[in-house]
């Protein structure tokens, strides 16, 4: 049976991609999902050859036929996202600003505008030293959108059950809007990454509520836990009330910092952190794979 393990933080930055590249490493069989399309850096350490890309259509945008245009104006006084404007005597469409909402197409008298489809990223199926990838890259200018990381999702399970993988890890969006809930939807297990900063608990608490609004298994994992032993007990606190299992907590490590320098991966360093995410992987896959 196929099983998703989905590692997530309330907001960037907390290490949850050093936490998915160690993951790869630490798995027999794993295809990889890198559902941070926003700011996606595992290929840094995975380096993934591109097997297959495909286009993706997100959005629709309208154009506009100067030909047909009688100047009128009605375009820019229906549009609520100010994305019509005029200049050197003519209306033109900042396609940047567009949302694809169709009012100025339904109310332009003559027909000069159209919809049409835009393309707003591509996914890939990659692979690398140790398995399958799935991920993506979105087009300059726009914004991440579940659909893609759908498709990204999809992409490595379809992967996966073809070939017969066991585990897919998913690397997800921070945060907790659209692109987290796109990255949990179907995991089976939620990792949660969280700091000991001052935001850092807040922060764990959405992403908790989050997966919990999902009725997911989750655990916490507690990175750099020593730079702020105070934070890191209040965050131990709320998740003994709330009955969170903590998978382990990560020390800080200098070690960290040169493995990222380097592009590669901390597990394939002997250090504190390693031993420690060894040992969290260890736990994980005890659980999931039981179920
Ligand atoms: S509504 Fe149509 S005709 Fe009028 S300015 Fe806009 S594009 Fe031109
Ligand atoms: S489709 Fe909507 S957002 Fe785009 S230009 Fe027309 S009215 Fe504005």
Redesign the pocket.
Known sequence: MLRQIAIVSGKGGTGKTTLSASFSYLTRERVMADCDVDAPNLHIILKPEVKNAHKYIGSKKAI?DQS?????????QVCRFDA?SFDDDK?FIKEYACEGCNA?VM????K??KLIDSLSGEYYLSETQKGPMAHALLQPGEETTGGLIAEVRKEAVRVAREKDIPIVVIDGAPGIGCPATSSVTSANYVVIVAEPTMSGLHDLKRIVQTVEHFRIPMGIVINKYNINEFQTNKIEKYCEDRSLEILGKIPYDATVKTATEQAKSIMFYECPASHEIRKIWNKIENKVMKR
């Not at 047909?68 to 820019?76: D, F, M, S, T, Y």
């Not at 109310?107 to 003559?110: A, D, G, L």
């Open positions: 506009l047909k245009c009688v100047k009128c104006g009605i375009c820019q019509i209306y100025c109310k332009c008298p003559t000069a505008l």
